[in-house]
Nanobody
Framework: QVQLVESGGGSVQAGGSLTLSCAAS??????????VGWFRQAPGKEREGVAV??????DYADSVKGRFTVSRDNAKSTLYLQMNSLKPEDTAMYYC??????????????????WGQGTQVTVSS
C-alpha cells in the first residue's frame, strides 16, 4: 500500500483559511492513477468524505462546495486541500486517503484502502 502523511492542520478563527497537504510514498510512482481525497471525522460523528479527485474528476461534500478546493501534484505525489471561509463545524481530524484501483470516484470512506494518520483542524468562533 502507498504511505500517506498529512500536514498543515492547526487552529484558526472562523472565516480564516488553511491548506492541508498529503505526501505519498511507497507505490508513489503510480500516484497519478489513484483516486485520492480528504475525509474528516469530528468527535462522536462518523467519518465523512470532504473532497476527492481522480483522473479529471473531482467531487465535494455539499457542506464544503464553494469553500474548499482539492488539487494534486502528481509529479510530487502530493494532494492538497485549500480551505477558505472556515466554520466552527469544519472542526475535525482530517485524513487523506487513496484508492489504488480506482473505478468510480466516490466520497465513501470505505472505498479507500490507504490512509494517513490525520491532521487536526480546529476552527473557533
Amino acid at each position: 500500500q502507498v504511505q500517506l502523511v498529512e500536514s498543515g492542520g492547526g487552529s484558526v478563527q472562523a472565516g480564516g483559511s488553511l491548506t492541508l497537504s498529503c505526501a505519498a510514498s511507497g507505490y508513489a510512482y503510480m500516484y497519478s492513477t489513484y483516486c485520492v481525497g480528504w475525509f474528516r471525522q469530528a468527535p462522536g460523528k462518523e467519518r465523512e468524505g470532504v473532497a476527492v479527485t481522480g483522473g479529471t474528476s473531482t467531487d465535494y461534500a455539499d457542506s464544503v462546495k464553494g469553500r474548499f478546493t482539492v488539487s494534486r501534484d502528481n509529479a510530487k505525489s502530493t494532494l492538497y486541500l485549500q480551505m477558505n471561509s472556515l466554520k466552527p463545524e469544519d472542526t475535525a481530524m482530517y485524513y487523506c486517503a487513496a484508492q489504488q484501483w480506482c473505478g468510480v470516484l466516490t466520497l465513501i470512506w470505505s472505498d479507500y484502502n490507504s490512509w494517513g494518520q490525520g491532521t487536526q483542524v480546529t476552527v473557533s468562533s
